[in-house]
């Protein structure tokens, strides 16, 4: 398994618990941005830049991502594709993606896409609090744990 990060949107303490847990457990880890993206030097983690554009680094994620691999993402319709594909996605608040509730989170981001399409500012997401980072850091951990057993 290979976790991949759609890294233009990520938080900052999402990446350092991501780079932690690629050390700890020896997991390749590659972010994915249209701009340079710091990460530490090791052998498991690397970023690949993307030139600008719309989707361009979700469809590189696609072109490369395979079956069982994770990806970390908030944006639904690229978790949709990759889950079409056998991979995981996990969003930075630690909402682990799945066949049940991806239509309906697609179904509501529409929704409000529409909403702020006829002027209705709907605000954004509340700022990335502790019980979410404790969230993803537990699903990130129950998957990396199940893949070592594998291996």
């Not at 847990?21 to 340079?36: D, H, I, K, P």
């Not at 690229?78 to 509730?101: C, F, H, I, Q």
């Not at 409000?112 to 990335?128: A, E, N, V, W, Y």
Request: net charge neutral; charged share 25%; hydrophobic share 40%.
């Amino acid at each position: 398994m290979k976790i991949w990060v759609d890294a233009d949107a990520c938080p900052v303490v999402i990446k350092e618990i991501l780079f932690k847990a690629a050390q700890r457990t020896g997991t390749y880890l590659t972010f994915v941005a249209n701009q340079q993206i710091y990460v530490p030097a090791s052998p498991f983690i690397t970023s690949i830049r993307v030139a600008s554009g719309f989707d361009v680094a979700d469809d590189e994620i696609v072109k490369r991502i395979t079956k069982g691999d994770l990806l970390i993402t908030s944006d639904l319709p690229l978790a949709a594709e990759v889950m079409k594909k056998g991979a995981t996605a996990l969003s930075p608040r630690g909402e682990l993606y799945s066949d049940d509730n991806i239509r309906a989170r697609l179904n509501m981001r529409d929704f409000m896409d529409s909403l702020r399409g006829s002027g209705i500012h709907t605000g954004g997401p509340p700022p990335l609090g502790q019980s979410e980072r404790q969230a993803f850091a537990n699903h990130l951990d129950t998957i990396l744990t199940k893949d070592m057993k594998q291996r």
